[in-house]
Structures are given as structure tokens and as C-alpha cells.
T-cell receptor, first 109, second 115 residues
């Protein structure tokens, strides 16, 4: 089976940097994904890590350590529109993605 | 842009009714998925499909069935709706059968209330 843990809520200030952590335990591993979901909307894909290290995409970066079962999503220069839920998901064997429960990020002035 | 369309945004049904949730994607994707999303439980996979007439159980298939008669359409069926099936249902698709990268394209969701 798969177990994915991430904090339930986080609060950060506009313009700051925030790191959202995700730990996982899986019976197989073929990649870790981050999705963003605004309230009342569908999730949208942010990033994908399959090898250890940092993947950067604009203001967002995602890091993976397979040996530690650990990932984080780093958001820089926070904007109010970044207030959303951030979902960590792991691809095990086959074509299934298993999602964590999500971290609700609130960006304040 | 990929478009995944779910037939109804909001539905209210009675216990015991048969419920159909329809999903259509316009990008010729092989893979299609049905998830439900509940507060505190996140997204949980109900069923998925790699190809027409093919289906695989996800993590919580009990009480649900699916149908994929055409590549672009994936239907979720609640044979006899129960109150614990009140939830947000999300359909998703992705390309590349056998080469799934993990990037899912989601529909807007169908919020089902069972009374």
C-alpha cells in the first residue's frame, strides 16, 4: 500500500518563500507529483520528480529524495493567487496516482 | 488545450437511485480515471481505464461501476446510491498508454448529494 503525509494547513506572507513538505511510504515508486487546487476548481499539474534532486519551474521548485521518501514544494515570491490547496501524489506500479490529503496554503498581506 | 467535461456540476439524488456521471475528453487520451474527493481524505481513486472496454479497480471501487464504450467517454455508475456516496467526483484523463507520466487533466467536478 501507499501512505502519504503532508501538513494540513500553512500560512505565509505575500512576497515570502514557503516550503510544503511531503513524506511517503510506497510499495513501488515511479514518480512524485505536485498539483495545485484552488477552491471550487479542479486540480492542475505543477511538477514531476522521478530522480533525486531539485526541479525548478519559475517561482515553483520541487525536490525529491527517494532514499528518505521525502519531497517538498518550494514557492517563492508568494502572491495572493497562490492561496490554494497543494496536493502531493505518488505514482506506484502501474498507472495509478495516489494523492495525499493536501496542504491548504493561505497567503496573507 | 485539453478539455475534460463532466456532464453535471451539481446533482441531488435519493437513496437507492441509480446515478450516472458522464465524462468526455477531447484529446484522444488512452487513460481515464474517476476519483472522489472528501474533506480530510483527499482524492481517492475509484476506477480507471487504459482503453475502450477496459477497466481496473482503484482503491475504493465498492458501490461503483464504470463503462468505457468509446475512447473519449468514461462513465461512473452508482447502482444504488447511498448517503455515504455524497461527495465531489472528479474525472481525469492522461495520454500515453503504458507511458503514463502522471500528469492528469481533470474535469471541473460533479458534486453529488444523496439524500
Amino acid at each position: 500500500g501507499q501512505n502519504i503525509d503532508q501538513p494540513t494547513e500553512m500560512t505565509a506572507t505575500e512576497g515570502a518563500i514557503v516550503q510544503i513538505n511531503c513524506t511517503y511510504q510506497t510499495s513501488g515508486f515511479n514518480g512524485l507529483f505536485w498539483y495545485q487546487q484552488h477552491a471550487g476548481e479542479a486540480p492542475t499539474f505543477l511538477s514531476y520528480n522521478v530522480l533525486d534532486g531539485l526541479e525548478e519551474k519559475g517561482r515553483f521548485s520541487s525536490f525529491l529524495s527517494r532514499s528518505k521518501g521525502y519531497s517538498y514544494l518550494l514557492l517563492k515570491e508568494l502572491q495572493m493567487k497562490d492561496s490554494a490547496s497543494y496536493l502531493c501524489a505518488v505514482k506506484g506500479g502501474g498507472n495509478k496516482l495516489t494523492f495525499g490529503t493536501g496542504t491548504q496554503l493561505k497567503v496573507e498581506l | 488545450d485539453v478539455k475534460v467535461t463532466q456532464s453535471s456540476r451539481y446533482l441531488v439524488k435519493r437513496t437507492g437511485e441509480k446515478v450516472f456521471l458522464e465524462c468526455v475528453q477531447d484529446m484522444d487520451h488512452e487513460n481515464m480515471f474517476w476519483y472522489r474527493q472528501d474533506p480530510g481524505l483527499g482524492l481517492r481513486l475509484i476506477y480507471f481505464s487504459y482503453d475502450v472496454k477496459m477497466k481496473e479497480k482503484g482503491d475504493i471501487p465498492e458501490g461503483y461501476s464504470v463503462s468505457r464504450e468509446k475512447k473519449e467517454r468514461f462513465s461512473l455508475i452508482l447502482e444504488s446510491a447511498s448517503t455515504n456516496q455524497t461527495s465531489m467526483y472528479l474525472c481525469a484523463s492522461s495520454p500515453f498508454r503504458g507511458q503514463f507520466t502522471g500528469e492528469l487533466f481533470f474535469g471541473e467536478g460533479s458534486r453529488l448529494t444523496v439524500l
